[in-house]
């Protein structure tokens, strides 16, 4: 399968606690987004890396929000002292370039309790 | 920033009825306009796109309209099946160099009854 990969699929953990997600775009995509959609809405951008670099960040991701791509390739997420409001969908989507499709992939589901 | 509106939130058709899903957008730089298929628990599924230089588009079942001058555009399928039974995205996204993400509609829930 060459489509965008996503890990884990599904997270719960305790408010206050750190988790980090990954995100494997599709191979040779430069561009790698991360959003965030929420229960009845549609998906939210958060974030977006054009090869390594972190390229405009939306106003929804706080201080506590940190997102990396260090090679190019794979990206991370983290959320630090997780709250109850992130919970939600993160997906990632991948695209050769600005003026291509983006393909996204199944997404990290976080439930924080 | 771009405003996509979508309407209905929720449609049900009869199996083999056509179904049209309709969004508006706020930004008239916006180009690019692409529809997406989100079945439970998977994530969004591109099955259709559309640029402003174009006033139609089709692939098999599935057709989508824009008006730039009105500032919507429309999903239509036809022959429906239970298959197409999802969440379905409208999306722009704006033409400026500093327009990089896609904005999303609220989503129509489709049913189709066997």
């Known amino acids: ?113 | 920033g771009e405003n996509v509106e979508q309407h209905p939130s929720t449609l049900s058709v009869q199996e083999g009825d056509s179904a049209v899903i309709k969004c508006t957008y706020s930004d008239s730089a916006s180009n690019y306009f692409p529809w997406y298929k989100q079945e439970l628990g998977k994530g969004p599924q591109l099955i259709i796109d559309i640029r402003s230089n174009v006033g139609e588009k089709k692939d098999q079942r599935i057709a989508v309209t824009l008006n730039k001058t009105a500032k919507h555009f429309s999903l239509h399928i036809t022959e429906t099946q239970p298959e197409d039974s999802a969440v379905y995205f409208c999306a722009a996204r704006g033409g400026g160099a500093g327009a990089n993400n896609l904005f999303f509609g609220t989503g129509t829930r489709l049913t189709v009854i066997p």
């Open chain 1, 1 to 113: 399968d060459t489509g965008v990969s996503q890990n884990p699929r599904h997270k719960i953990t305790k408010r206050g606690q750190n988790v980090t997600f990954r995100c494997d775009p599709i191979s040779e995509h430069n561009r790698l987004y991360w959003y965030r959609q929420t229960l009845g809405q549609g998906p939210e951008f958060l974030t977006y890396f054009q090869n390594e670099a972190q390229l405009e960040k939306s106003r929804l991701l706080s201080d506590r929000f940190s997102a990396e791509r260090p090679k190019g390739s794979f990206s991370t997420l983290e959320i630090q002292r997780t709250e109850q409001g992130d919970s939600a969908m993160y997906l990632c989507a991948s695209s050769w370039d600005r003026a291509t499709e983006a393909f996204f992939g199944q997404g990290t589901r976080l439930t924080v309790v």
